[in-house]
């Protein structure tokens, strides 16, 4: 094994437990799931260093070339999927703010509809005396 396949498998596993540790310290940001994700993503390039031939059966078993070639066209599809997936949630995020924004413009509409009556919460105390 050469120098560069044990400074590079060294940083792959050094990533799994930065990612593990990042993961574990944000466990409301970042679900489980993620670590899994990573340490997968991690591990397998490790692998790929480790054993380049394999990597290259890999390859000439789908009908490519190069095993290095394998691993541009999986980045490729991986970051394609990644962006498709974040276009996504900001458009989800972009509705969830449009209806918020509608949302609280209506109830300030509201308020300084009827400045002299104040607006009253759902189950306020007021509103118990009142019913009796």
Do not use: H, N
């Not at 990597?55 to 290095?68: P, Q, S, V």
């Amino acid at each position: 094994m050469t120098t560069f396949q044990l400074v590079a498998i060294a940083g792959c596993l050094g990533m799994i437990f930065l990612t593990a540790a990042v993961v574990l310290q944000r466990q409301k940001v970042a679900p489980r799931q993620v670590l899994l994700l990573w340490g997968l993503l991690w591990l397998v390039a490790a692998a790929a260093l480790a054993v380049p031939d394999a990597m290259t059966y890999l390859a000439r078993r789908l009908g490519i070339g190069r095993g290095a070639d394998v691993l541009l066209y999986f980045a490729v599809l991986a970051g394609c999927t990644a962006a498709f997936r974040l276009s996504m949630a900001q458009r989800r995020l972009e509705q969830q703010v449009t209806v918020l924004v509608r949302e609280l413009a209506i109830v300030r509409a509201e308020a300084t509809a009827t400045p002299s009556a104040p607006v009253k919460a759902p189950g306020a105390a007021g509103d118990a005396e009142a019913r009796l």
